[in-house]
């Protein structure tokens, strides 16, 4: 285990629905990442908090609101998603300039 | 911005042989570069790093070398295992406080016993 958690680690949801992901880290670590996994797609990095501050919003449509209500927390608020929307959400977490550490992600299918 | 390029995309080895997995990155200020092991249903993991001070690291079976010069570096496992098989990807982190990975496209590795 890498001390990240992430739930539910699956979600399946209408188009008209509201969820929430949601993760926590217990590392200690400065900034936390969110990131969707396509199939055959790189990584793609979403948001950025650092101290609880968002610092990296990559044109991310705002179906998706992250919220970092502490150092160890950090929700994906989904919001009348669409099927491309379906991947994997990775959580990771980190001290400043070092390596990230990974949840197991949340799969995600929008019916 | 930073530009990883990945290669190949997929590798198919016989148990016992050796896997090599190459990155090239665009910006010269870059100085940490992790690798990390994707398995089945889970998160990436480290498994090997090198900063832009070193040209080599090793860790049992696992390598990493770096090229500053050519601005490339790659991911060398001798006598593959079964439990090898994985998505490899590589990363590149910038200096200045910058904390954010650009990663490559991964590497989709079979090991075949």
């Known amino acids: 285990e890498t001390g990240v958690t992430q739930t539910p680690r699956h979600l399946v949801m209408g188009m008209t629905n509201k969820k929430s992901l949601k993760c926590e880290q217990h590392l200690g670590h400065n900034a936390m990442y969110w990131y969707k996994q396509s199939a055959k797609k790189p990584l793609e990095l979403m948001f950025v908090?650092?101290?609880?501050?968002?610092?990296e919003n990559n044109s991310v449509p705002s179906r998706f609101s992250p919220e970092c209500p502490n150092s160890s927390h950090l929700f994906l608020h989904l919001h009348t998603l669409q099927p491309e929307d379906s991947a994997l959400y990775l959580c990771?977490?980190?001290?400043?300039?070092?390596?990230?550490?990974f949840g197991p992600g949340t799969r995600l299918t929008v019916l | 911005g930073e530009n990883v390029e990945q290669h190949p995309s997929t590798l198919s080895v016989q148990e016992g042989d050796s896997a090599v997995i190459k990155c090239t990155y665009s910006?010269?200020?870059?100085?940490?570069f992790p690798w990390y092991k994707q398995e089945l249903g889970k998160g990436p993991q480290l498994i090997i790093d090198i900063r832009s001070n070193v040209g080599e690291k090793k860790d049992q079976r696992i390598a990493v070398t770096l090229n500053k010069t050519a601005k490339h570096f790659s991911l060398h496992i001798t006598e593959t295992q079964p439990e090898d098989s994985a998505v490899y990807f590589c990363a590149a982190i910038g200096p200045g406080g910058s904390y954010i990975p650009t990663f490559g496209r991964g590497t989709s590795l079979i090991v075949h016993p």
């Open positions: 908090y650092s101290l609880e501050e968002r610092v």
């Open positions: 990771a977490s980190s001290r400043t300039g070092g390596e990230q550490f």
């Open positions: 910006d010269s200020a870059s100085n940490y």
